[in-house]
């Protein structure tokens, strides 16, 4: 693809080429003495520009034969714009960028378009809408991603991994408001060839926008139900009259009610980059973000739950927040990357992030007492900041053996999280709690002191290397391998009672992981121009700070991936099809050693051996693109049981794993685009089901079970484009008004039970300038 205007090229001529050449030498030698040269671009695709190191006269340019030049680029990964449903090529997988076709894992791509059109306004909501991906919360704000059965415990920036795990509350460090995001690139099973350390579960990478090298601005207001507002700016274009500087700039604002008594929200997310072509090979990227959420009168859990478990029906607008309770976080963040193209083909790129994030609460949380049979009200404060920084340095391009051209790429990388965490709970605010007759305002404010809690430091270093040798035309193997070493270091601060302000126990943890080897390995064959086969082995593991026998460290908890499946591409490319069936084992997973008298720590230590496991099993069958030129679609649908396989309760063996995350999903999303005289309208929406999930145990010798049965949520969009540049759209959620738990309480003592919204409508409009 190459991009330019009529009065770039108007009474110039190209000179002719002949041979063999790569598409970036090609171009160039059609462009000499033009003045004008060929920059590509992160799609694959080229512009042409205005040549400042040469700008020679007319009369130097000579017309020869015009020749046709015929050749290949890595499908464009960009979505913006396309008002496509997937993608033509990804690497969050490998390093590699592939179509989905060539991927040999199952993998998502949730859309620009798909994300205005279905309303997706945090990766929340993106979680909830993506195939085989749950999501979960613990508590009205904190939030839980989960996959095949696992939880995520990172998440990717443009392919740089965060931790979301670092510390008991790192997930509520986290703000991401999707207006600056151009996709989500999703693959689930083992990540580790890129994202080292972590569990079996998914890699959900957040692509940002890019600025453009065309002017465009955008603004976009919506207003909804419960008293939400919300407006965005996006401009971006070339800064320069060259176009070699280019910049883009979002800022989104919000200000929502909710459903809950009593709560409401404010946030702003403020985004800018700017791309540099220092030459026609060399480019150099700058981004920031700041962004903030303001919450008032979020409880730090959720709703109770009756003594055996069961639901007390009480209505979803049901808040027992006080008035001054509040729970904010602050996130700054900048990426830095270099990208340099050889004139042989290969690339080296260094990207590094930083982010330092902040959360300060204050709120409540209930406690069931069973022998009294009486709710309380404590109330808890937490103030932590984590910064994380992650840096990567690979090179990648094409290399000949044994006469088929074949690709490579070298990596190393290095992570850093530094948590510093400030907690205090345990005051009691009401000692018996009214459930039905609540008021936020009879309990003032306690000013809960805080005290240090936890202080933590992991660093991560690694070295990679993948590699897609093409075996025959229709036969791809595709290797990789990773290195990591990796360090962790905390102290803990237990504290007796709330009014002590000296910890009774005041732990120091330090363990280490040294030349882990994280493997991937997958085989695609063509079985003509739109299927191919592929399986695919991936691993990945998780350091565990458990002492075995000797004294000695347990080996990481190691998870992998087996899956063996069938994808399709059609209409050059627009629709993506596949099915998948996976088997995915955690194994080494820490098992309490039976008798404790042969610990070299007995009677002090508890020692473990490497022993249990959990495997997960199932299948996965998925479409995403366009069936028609005017009707997108993107459906899934997911089995996923995972059951322990060895453990030290014996009464765990066979049982499931995790019972409140579901075992069967079924997502779809769609938007048709009307034809003739109503093309301007477009009607769609999506369906969310899946099966009953429990939690079940005893509390003081009391049996317990907390159920949230099979449910469906059904939502319906309508989109209008009065005119070219100004387009409307109304969004309708949850359509059946379905009452259900988002989330479901562990225990009966500290309950969490979380409603999904009721039905609830917003109204969009977006203008280009």
């Known amino acids: 693809m190459l991009t330019f205007t009529a009065e770039q090229t108007e009474g110039k001529h190209t000179a002719g080429v002949n041979g063999r050449h790569s598409a970036t030498g090609a171009l160039a030698l059609l462009l000499a003495g033009t003045g004008l040269r060929a920059v590509l671009l992160d799609n694959g695709a080229f512009v042409l520009r205005i040549d400042n190191t040469h700008s020679p006269a007319a009369s130097d340019a000579t017309t020869l034969s015009p020749i046709t030049v015929t050749g290949t680029t890595t499908p464009d990964s960009t979505t913006e714009g396309t008002h496509s449903y997937t993608t033509g090529s990804m690497s969050t997988a490998t390093r590699l960028n592939l179509s989905m076709r060539d991927t040999p894992q199952a993998v998502t791509v949730i859309t620009r378009q798909r994300i205005q059109d279905q309303g997706l306004a945090t990766v929340n909501d993106v979680v909830q809408a993506a195939p085989g991906l749950t999501f979960r919360r613990f508590g009205p704000e904190r939030a839980s991603f ?18 979301l795990d670092s510390s008991n509350l790192s997930q509520d460090l986290l703000t991401t408001d999707m207006a600056i995001y151009d996709r989500v690139e999703i693959v689930r099973g083992a990540t580790g060839l890129m994202q080292g350390a972590g569990n079996p579960s998914a890699a959900i990478n957040l692509v940002r926008k890019r600025p453009t090298d065309v002017p465009q601005v955008s603004a976009g207001v919506s207003a909804g139900s419960w008293d939400r507002y919300r407006a965005e700016l996006d401009a971006s274009g070339p800064l320069s009259e060259d176009g070699s500087l280019r910049g883009r700039a979002v800022i989104a604002t919000q200000d929502y009610g909710s459903y809950k008594r009593g709560e409401s929200s404010k946030g702003q997310t403020f985004y800018g980059i700017l791309e540099k072509d220092l030459n026609a090979s060399t480019k150099l990227t700058f981004s920031a973000l700041h962004e903030e959420n303001r919450l008032h009168g979020n409880g730090f859990t959720g709703l109770p739950v009756a003594r055996d478990g069961s639901d007390l029906g009480l209505p979803r607008s049901t808040s027992y927040a006080n008035d001054w309770e509040h729970w904010n976080k602050t996130t700054n963040s900048a990426f830095l990357g ?18 330092q994030a902040d959360v300060d609460m204050l709120g409540h949380y209930i406690n069931y007492n069973i022998t009294t049979g009486k709710y309380s009200q404590l109330g808890a404060r937490n103030a932590h900041q984590e910064k994380q920084s992650s840096v990567d340095l690979y090179a990648s391009g094409p290399f000949e053996l044994l006469g088929r051209k074949h690709e490579l790429v070298l990596g190393t990388s290095y992570r850093n999280i530094d948590f510093d965490g400030h907690s205090r709970q345990g005051v009691v605010l009401n000692s018996n709690l009214d459930l039905y007759n609540f008021d936020p305002s009879a309990v003032a404010n306690p000013n809960i002191p805080l005290r240090d809690w936890m202080d933590a430091w992991i660093t991560q270093q690694s070295v990679y290397a993948t590699t897609r040798l093409n075996l025959a035309d229709r036969l791809k193997l595709i290797l990789g391998g990773r290195l990591d070493w990796f360090d962790y270091n905390d102290t803990v601060n237990t504290y007796p009672n709330f009014t002590s302000n000296t910890p009774s126990v005041s732990a120091h943890n330090r363990y280490s992981v040294n030349s882990q080897l994280t493997r991937y390995a997958g085989l695609i064959y063509d079985l003509n121009d739109q299927h191919s086969l592929y399986a695919s082995y991936t691993d990945i593991f998780k350091p565990q700070n458990y002492l075995d026998a000797s004294n000695k460290l347990l080996d990481p908890v190691v998870g992998r991936n087996y899956e063996i499946g069938i994808k399709g591409e059609y209409f050059n490319g627009a629709l993506n099809a596949s099915a998948t069936v996976f088997r ?3 194994e080494n997973r820490a098992f309490r050693s039976t008798d404790q008298t042969q610990c070299a720590g007995y009677p002090t230590v508890t020692c473990y051996s490497a022993a249990g496991e959990v495997r997960s099993q199932g299948i996965e069958f998925e479409v995403q693109g366009a069936i028609t030129p005017n009707w997108q679609l993107s459906a899934g649908y997911t089995v996923a049981i995972a059951r322990y396989r060895k453990d030290s309760n014996a009464s765990n063996v066979g049982a499931l794993f995790d019972t409140d995350t579901p075992r069967h999903l079924f997502k779809l999303s769609t938007m048709y685009r009307l034809p003739g005289a109503l093309q301007g309208w477009r009607i769609g929406g999506s369906v969310y089901y899946q099966d009953s999930i429990y939690n079940e145990g005893t509390t003081s010798g009391v049996p317990f079970r907390i159920t949230q049965g099979a449910y469906t949520v059904v939502d319906l969009v309508a989109g209008w484009q009065a005119t070219p540049k100004l387009d409307v759209q109304l969004n309708i959620n949850n359509v059946f008004d379905r009452k259900y738990y988002n989330a479901l309480s562990g225990s009966v003592s500290f309950p969490s039970n979380v409603y999904g919204e009721p039905r609830n409508v917003m109204l969009s409009a977006r203008y280009q300038f």
């Open 338 to 355: 270099l990208d340099h193209r050889f004139d042989n083909g290969w690339r080296m790129h260094l990207s590094a992030y930083y982010a």
């Open 146 to 163: 989960y996959s095949r059965g696992m939880y995520v415990d990172n998440i990717m920036y443009d392919g740089l991994p965060v931790s």
């Open 584 to 586: 995915m084992d955690q």
